[in-house]
Nanobody
Framework: QVHLVQSGGGTVQAGGSLRLSCAPSGSVFGILRMEWHRQAPGKERELVASMSGGGRTNYGDSVKGRFAISRDRAKDTVYLQMNDLTPEDTAMYYC?????????????WGQGTQVTVSS
């Protein structure tokens, strides 16, 4: 059983930066896709950033130019660098990894980490 462990997050003032990390609890065969989502109270979950296994990235319109998804292949870790944060970025952030297994793939989710941006 694979578990994704998230770290980072916390409280920061508007204009500040934070970096989130997400890694599987053990070694994995292959990571096909990585995503960061967020959900603010009373709102639907939103896709923030994604990266394919080949490294292609996509970002939600609200974070383009401010957030960056990256990957450390040696550590099987995905990061979300968040810059120029605003109070509208306040949310619970979740990572997702699509992991390849011998008989197919499965999507795994992290436990979530709170990001709070104060004005």
């Amino acid at each position: 059983q694979v578990h994704l462990v998230q770290s980072g997050g916390g409280t920061v003032q508007a204009g500040g930066s934070l970096r989130l990390s997400c890694a599987p609890s053990g070694s994995v065969f292959g990571i096909l896709r990585m995503e960061w989502h967020r959900q603010a109270p009373g709102k639907e979950r939103e896709l923030v950033a994604s990266m394919s296994g080949g490294g292609r990235t996509n970002y939600g319109d609200s974070v383009k130019g401010r957030f960056a998804i990256s990957r450390d292949r040696a550590k099987d870790t995905v990061y979300l660098q968040m810059n120029d944060l605003t109070p509208e970025d306040t949310a619970m952030y979740y990572c997702m990894m699509r992991i390849d297994h011998d008989v197919g793939y499965h999507d795994y989710w992290g436990q979530g980490t709170q990001v709070t941006v104060s004005s």
